[in-house]
């Protein structure tokens, strides 16, 4: 039971929630996060007047309840990020991805890019940061870059660009705060020219994908943790389809193609690794 609410989440009540969070995002809930239910959706109870969390899983049971579940299905996704997450794979393509990248699109001179679960833009925005630090001769170039994420919320504040100090001091060289955002009020905004650079998209990689460029760099990093086998498998599918034969796939720390799909091949470089279609 949470503060706030006058019963315990029931079983059929979580089973109902885990369910719809399947279906809506093919995130999985595992048995035993009664808990995480409970925690991200007191607020909601809260805002809306209602006694219970059963009373909030009883008005999503109504059909005409499509706010109510988008709402929900937001609470209840995981945001985690941070500017430069992880450090190593910013690394890698610095050293090793784009330099590879430019040298083989040098004639088209053209790079298209996705940032496939962006969150609220941190990791979109560090690429973008590094491109202008180190790839000026980029400049010159088409690049083609789409940001998205299921999370309308997430994607608006990506559009915004505007983040709060604590967000500022997660990885963000103050070298590049100073450079690339001001301060607006207690906050910091990132200059125009990165934000109209991106094309932002809600796309849900558990279902099928809109039509999208064929990509030379997808970053697809810490969203795979949250689904089943079965949906890693169709998702690491498409993305091998989308991605051009010698383009890179950029995945989290903890996730890996391995025995989910044999399209690609490891490429590692320093401490970090990535994966490239293993058609030639
Ligand atoms: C933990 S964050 C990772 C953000 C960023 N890629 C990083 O590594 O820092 C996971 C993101 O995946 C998004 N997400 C969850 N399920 C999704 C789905 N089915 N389709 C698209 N995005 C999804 C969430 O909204 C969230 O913004």
Redesign the pocket.
Known sequence: MINGTSSPLLSVDFDYVRQMMFDY???VLEAGKEYLVEARLLSIVQEREMNSLGELVEALRKKSSNKLRQEVVEAM??????FF?DVKPFESIREFVLPDLISKRSAERTLNIW??????G??IYSFLMLIKEYFPILEGWKLKVIA????LR?LEKAKRGIYSQLEVNRGLPAAYLVKYFEKVGLEWEIHENFRKSIEFLS?????SWPALPVMDLI?????MI??DVKTKKRVLNQAAELMNSDGYLFL?GVESTINLADQFEIVSWKQSSCYRPNRV
């Open positions: 995002s093919s995130v996704l995981t945001n985690e990020t941070s997450r940032c496939a679960a962006c969150s609220g941190q990791e998205s994420d299921l999370s997430m796309v849900n990689l558990g279902s970053l697809m990093r810490n969203v949250y689904f989290g």
